[in-house]
């Protein structure tokens, strides 16, 4: 679950960047550098899409973009100033980790080493100076505030640093520098931060997840090293911290209070990925068994939904009704098959395939 941020100072985000305005409703053909999808990410209204695009097969570094939709799919094209041809300066869609839509006229995104605000029209721009690799980072439910994780490798000790949205200013570093603390999940209210520890050595033994204030005050530990305790997950409502647990040579998908005390095991073994709350806070999306299924919290009741490929990426709809799912087929050099999914059960309807 780990996803996969140097501090360049450079007011261009590419090397070439294209300033290409966002086609209207009209646009006769889709953009080269949208005809494929690797991350998928919905408005605040759930009537756009937007994803990080590429064009398969174009010379040695192919074309690439963050790129917008209708809720359908339909009339892709490129963000302003996102197009890359050439090798990119500050790596913007070069590696493509996390994608956030987190008000109407902002996107997070996340590539490899740094976290970018990409305004819808404007140009994208590093989150503020920090210097570092931010491989994993979190969204509060207001867009103010991400929590990113250290990054995860042997030796690599450091931090969870929280930044202050659009101003990048440092809210406060938790954790220390002793060991490496990973996969932060901020709070919805932006005020605590969960995330996972291990020793900075090359045993990577674990060593449970903590939780902290914003500011790097009252650590404490939520869960112990039974089964290491991975990829923490804040419950949209605030009250529960969802996490994978190891257990022999599978996982379980369990919850437990933010406070502490016994945990729930809602899926014993076999989970593969956890892809997010609801945003209603009553469902956990996740992989097993190489299919996408949603868990009840409250009931236990599990509804399996799609068969997943490689490298699948989910959003939930805004009303928790539905998700967008991208998953690359079994088609060489195909990386396009996006799905609407509802999440009750019920017919999914492809809404791109290559």
């Not at 999808?37 to 973009?65: E, M, N, T």
């Not at 030796?155 to 520098?177: F, I, Q």
């Not at 998908?253 to 593969?272: K, M, Q, W, Y």
């Not at 959003?315 to 996006?338: E, I």
């Amino acid at each position: 679950m780990r996803s996969a941020l140097l501090a360049l100072a450079s007011a261009a985000v590419c090397a070439s960047c294209g300033a290409a305005a966002v086609h209207g409703a009209g646009a006769a053909q889709d953009s080269p550098a949208c005809s494929s999808i690797s991350l998928v990410a919905l408005s605040p209204d759930g009537k756009r899409i937007a994803f990080s695009g590429r064009r398969l097969g174009h010379g040695p570094v192919p074309l690439r973009a963050i790129c917008v939709a209708g809720a359908n799919g339909r009339n892709p094209a490129p963000l302003p100033h996102t197009v890359c041809s050439r090798q990119c300066r500050l790596d913007l869609i070069e590696s493509p980790t996390q994608l956030y839509w987190v008000a109407p006229k902002l996107l997070l995104y996340g590539d490899d080493f740094r976290i970018f605000l990409v305004p819808v029209g404007g140009k994208p721009q590093p989150l503020g100076s920090e210097p570092g690799s931010f491989e994993q980072f979190s969204v509060d439910a207001a867009g103010d505030r991400v929590a990113a994780g250290n990054s995860n490798c042997p030796h690599c000790a450091g931090p969870v640093t929280v930044l202050d949205v659009p101003s990048g200013k440092v809210v406060g570093r938790l954790g220390g520098s002793k060991f490496d603390d990973i996969e932060a999940s901020i709070s919805p209210d932006g005020s605590q931060v969960v995330f996972q520890r291990d020793y900075a050595d090359d045993s990577g033994r674990p060593l449970g997840l903590w939780t902290a204030d914003a500011d790097g005050s009252h650590l404490r530990r939520l869960v112990k090293t039974n089964g290491g305790g991975t990829g923490p997950l804040w419950s949209p409502a605030g009250d529960l911290v969802a996490y994978q647990e190891a257990v022999g040579t599978s996982s379980a998908l369990r919850v437990i209070p933010v406070g502490g005390g016994r945990s729930l095991t809602l899926i014993r073994h076999g989970v593969e990925a956890v892809f997010g709350w609801s945003p209603d806070a009553q469902s956990i999306a996740f992989e097993a068994q190489g299919r996408l299924a949603v868990v009840n919290v409250a009931n236990g009741k599990v509804r399996s939904l799609l068969r997943l490929h490689f490298a699948p990426s989910v959003a939930w709809s805004p009303d928790s009704s539905w998700l967008l799912v991208n998953t690359w087929p079994r088609a060489k050099g195909c990386r396009t098959s996006l799905w609407r999914v509802p999440a009750g059960g019920g017919q999914s309807r492809l809404l791109r395939h290559c």
